[in-house]
């Protein structure tokens, strides 16, 4: 095995281990969608988290929330902004579906562009789904 | 020399990819405390609360009619599939035919020697013989089940439901194979397809996950009676055990109740008056 | 040391490729497992383990077989041990990621199985098992290879090595302790709930795991040039004998237990597998063909004429192997389920796929094994050579 050998497979092990960068580069990128506020969500203009933290943490937040509702049978949520909320998906007015009405433009834009499929949805339902 | 700096070269990387790994953990956990007003959990206000929530069956007023109503309106409740339902084969194209014996059932139908086989009796009079027990799980005190989990899926709630959590259960069925009033099912396949009218306020399972009854937890937690008691036009009434002035102790000191297996010290919460 | 592995003869390629099309196979019939849930099998609420568990209790058994060689050589220096230690160790290897991939298998949320690290649970038996598994699959590993590797260097073993060779004897015996503790510990299974059954694992365990070695034994003096030794194999075979007989002998303690105390929920269970239940009698052949060949596999290893005989043992070997597994792997888990702790009998049968899967499982540990094997028996020619 000589030297030359050893650095080609290098360089194209580097090429195939980006190759995601390479992926980008040629093709366009769309920029990401923005959640939509409808219905409800759009009155009441407040919500569990702030924005941003909202944005970074929610998946964290509903391991939490589901930790709570299911082993400690805790149920409600006050909020650091002192506004009470439903731990839940899409049980009642004051969970998260209930005030995101639209799922598909709350949730699955965002999810389908970072290409996340979170399995919610293999168990809880959408109401709105529901024929 | 070569080797030297090489070895310490891969150290040095696999410290710093350590120190990659973590660092979103640690910059999650900072983030808590710094927040000014902290986000509170806590119960409903409503919320029906025991020490160790039980069972008394009143078997002189079960019969198939009143079991059959108890039986839907759980199952339909807690959106349990029912493999006799004929799949919508537009929503469900490719759906395979189902094993019987792989059936899902929360509360169920069955005749006295098989609710108590330890209470075999040749004799026995006809109208016990005949007559349709309801059994479920019975929220034991010293639950095999509990004990099996290897996940803590199944837990013992403070307030002695046991109960499982979905999200967490691996689907090794230990706990299935500890219990020993087969409380439990399985789900073998994707319940969806099997169940008639899906119910929005519960979910349904996946596939690969145990369930088995939980005592309407999520409609105590609203102050509401389980759905088979609010069914059973007074044959079952739930309470707490270890308050003696609740209805379910105001029964048991006056009526001779048994509960099912007990020889086995698991402590059953459900009582069934004979 | 594995770059042996791959240079081989035309036979040694012929079985690798066969092994990995059966494992092809039974992978492609585990992705419909993993899309369609555990519907493919035969198992159902009533009998929710079947074959896999069944299997995997069989071959931890086999796994703990393996410290029948390594009792011999390290603590007593039987010499002529010296020779088949390895493959013992290395028979262990491959006995252990067959149960380790059993168990996966059968999950239902296989994506979900780090939650038994995540969430530690120490009151449950299943915690312990996966500990003293890995455990012991971990010794194994590095003990088998630093041997062979100081073997194959003319050197003494690093002697560091000791410790843990001492250590895996009790996770031998662990690992199979363990195993029958996630039955025996039940409440409502009248058939495991019996204090023998620890015992009686680990010696149809010490007759299944021997008796499979001098069956490999006989393979590897027909392929390689290497040679295991007769008296060694002689040695083996009397393990065998005893251990099957001790398993005979508990079986009938717990015959006459069950069925002169005469309480149902313990003797429904065995008057099925043997008798038939109800008119339910599925597994009543198997179970008395098993019986039969350990039976005869006892009478065959005491009497010295037959275990001498070097046509024979091999036949024997076989016999006792494949009744300890109808045994182990057919009768005990369903025999558990069946009838249930209501008394309603639900018979259980493989599926296809079921099947297809477990013999997957089986040709990704013959392969572990051929490979180890491999290693073992041409280190030890180069060393003689």
Known sequence: MNKNMIITGLIIFVLAVLSPFWFNIITTIEAAPKPELLGNAKEEKKCVLEKYDMR???PSLLDEWRDSVVRDSDRQYKAANGHTFEMSLSTGKNSCLGCHEDKAKFCDSCHTYASVDPYCWECHTNPKEIK | MMEKSRRSFLRVAGIAAIGLGVSPAMNFASSDSNGAAVAVKGKNEQALIAKRWGMVIDTSKLNKEINEKMIEACHKAHNVPDFNHEVDKGKYPKTRPVNHKQEIKWIWEEHFP??????????????FHDLPFLVTCNHCKNAPCVQACPTKATFKREDGIVIMD??????????????????RSFNFRDPRPFIAETNPDFPTRSKGVV???????????KGELPHCVEASEGAIVVGDLENPESEVRVILKEQYAIRRNEALGTEPSVYYIM | MLEIAIKGSKNYWLWIVFLLLVMGAGFAVYIDQFMNGLMITGMSRDVSWGFYIANFTFLV??????????????????????????????????????????????????????NVLLYPTPNSMLFYDMLVLNGYLFLNIVIGWKVLEAERNQVEPPLWTKPLIYLSVPFAIGIHTVTAYLYCGLPGRGYWLTAILAPRFLASAFAAGPAFLIILCYIIKKFTKFDPGWEAMQTLAKIVCWAIIANLFFFLCEVFVVYYSNIPSHKTHLQY???????????????????IMMFTGAFLLVVPQFRNNKTL????????????????????????FVPSPLHHVTEYTPTGPEIMITLAVYATGFLVLTILYKLATQVKEEVRG
């Open chain 3, 273 to 291: 597998l043997l008798f038939g239940y109800h008119g339910y009698h599925a597994l009543v052949p198997w179970m008395w063909s098993g019986l």
């Open chain 2, 114 to 127: 098989y609710a108590f086989p330890d209470k075999e009796d040749e004799f026995l009079a006809e109208k």
């Open chain 2, 166 to 183: 979905f999200h967490r259960c691996i689907g090794c069925r230990f706990c299935m194979a500890a219990c020993p009033y087969g409380s």
């Open chain 3, 313 to 336: 043992l091999p036949f024997t070997c076989a016999l006792i192997f494949f009744g300890a597994w109808i045994d182990k792997g057919l009768g005990m888990i369903s025999g558990g």
């Open chain 2, 211 to 221: 369930e088995k009854c939980n005592l309407c937890a999520e409609r105590l937690s």
């Open chain 3, 61 to 114: 058994g086999v796994a703990a077989g393996g410290v029948m060689v390594v009792i011999p050589y390290y603590l007593h220096n039987y010499e002529k041990f010296h020779r088949i230690t390895i493959l013992g160790e290395f028979l262990a290897i491959a006995a252990l990621i067959m149960c380790l991939l059993f168990i996966i298998v059968d999950l239902g949320q296989p994506t979900r199985m780090l």
């Open chain 1, 56 to 58: 970074a943490n929610h």
